[in-house]
């Protein structure tokens, strides 16, 4: 009798610890003083942008920073052609100048020799300058309507690839469900005899592949997002809703007429026969540069008071 004697003490010693303990918890719990420092702080509302394909598309031209390089290069290709229209400064120098430092003036140097130069440009060479660079102009505007094009399919794409694993993620899981009940049905047909064992196990394999599928298409979704969230430079946990349809139309190209418009508006080709021409304009600058440029100048030499008695004199180069 002495060891169930023991075990029964040791028994009631457990409940009473166990019970002090549960008696704590429950008045902490009912003291409003002790439990409200235990209350957790609401969670922050997740932002959510509801977009249609014209309004993502807005927002996408706004902050693409490649799109804003493409089009500060149309003002930098301006900036050239004005600088082509210019023509060469003239070019003053003057001779004896060092004689009025050291606090010297006109009265105690010898000579002064002011000298005026201009250079001509021959051959033609200021208008093919200015022909290469309105076609710079050109190829800059083409190369920009081409980067809003490109863009513009990489967004579409990617908005309509969001709405693609929605839908697939929806079905997966519509299936899965499905799956669902027709498999609780076989374990019940199973536990009354009606299949056999290894078809019970057959559905079990075929819902862990449905299971399988739900995970995949959500990845998916989750990738497609996450795509679009970077192309809008939106913040990772912004919720987005997309509010244009995936909706399939069935179109009968005419590949012949396509081909034409494609060769005849497609900015990505405009901008190559741009460049083409551009290219020949500067051969054509560089052939006129066999030709020297005449600099043409007149001087005047004035004679001051000191120094050899010289008269005032005028020259040319």
């Known amino acids: 009798m002495v060891f ?8 009631l010693a457990f409940t009473l610890v166990v019970g002090g303990f549960l008696l704590e918890s429950v008045s902490a719990q009912s003291d409003p003083a002790t439990s409200s420092k235990h209350v957790l702080a609401p969670a922050p509302a997740i932002p959510t942008v509801t977009l249609n394909i014209n309004e993502a598309m807005a927002l996408f031209l706004e902050k693409n920073l490649d799109l804003l390089m493409t089009k500060y290069g149309i003002d930098n290709a301006k900036g050239i052609a004005i600088t082509a229209k210019l023509f060469p ?4 120098s003057l001779f004896g100048a060092a004689a009025f430092t050291q606090g010297q003036t006109f009265k105690g140097t010898g000579a002064i020799t002011p000298q005026l130069q201009q250079m001509f440009l021959l051959a033609g060479k200021r208008g093919y300058r200015m022909e290469s660079a309105e076609y710079g102009i050109k190829v800059a505007e083409a190369a920009f309507s081409d980067a809003i094009r490109q863009l513009t399919l990489t967004l579409k794409d990617t908005y309509y690839q969001v709405q693609l ?7 997966a899981k519509e299936n899965q469900e499905r799956f669902h009940r027709i498999l609780t049905i076989g374990e019940l047909r199973f536990k009354k005899g009606f299949i056999a064992e290894v078809d019970l196990i057959r559905l079990r394999l075929q819902a862990v592949d449905f299971g399988a599928q739900v995970i995949n298409f959500t990845q998916e979704s ?16 912004t919720a987005v809703v997309l509010t244009t349809d995936l909706a399939y139309r069935r179109v009968t190209p005419d590949i012949s007429r396509l ?16 460049d083409l021409s551009q290219q020949q304009a500067n051969l054509k600058l560089a ?7 005449p600099l043409i100048g007149g001087n005047f030499t004035m ?3 000191q120094g050899e008695p010289i008269n005032n004199s005028t020259g040319s180069t």
């Open 222 to 237: 989750q990738t497609a997002l996450n795509d679009l969230r970077l192309l809008l430079a939106l913040p990772p946990e």
């Open 4 to 11: 169930p004697l023991m075990r029964l003490k040791r028994y």
């Open 287 to 293: 052939k006129a540069f066999r030709y020297p440029d």
């Open 303 to 305: 004679q001051g008071p």
């Open 89 to 92: 400064n003239p070019v003053f």
């Open 259 to 274: 081909r034409t418009e494609a060769i005849e508006r497609r900015p990505d080709l405009q901008a190559r026969r741009f």
């Open 165 to 171: 694993a929605s839908r697939r993620l929806e079905l």
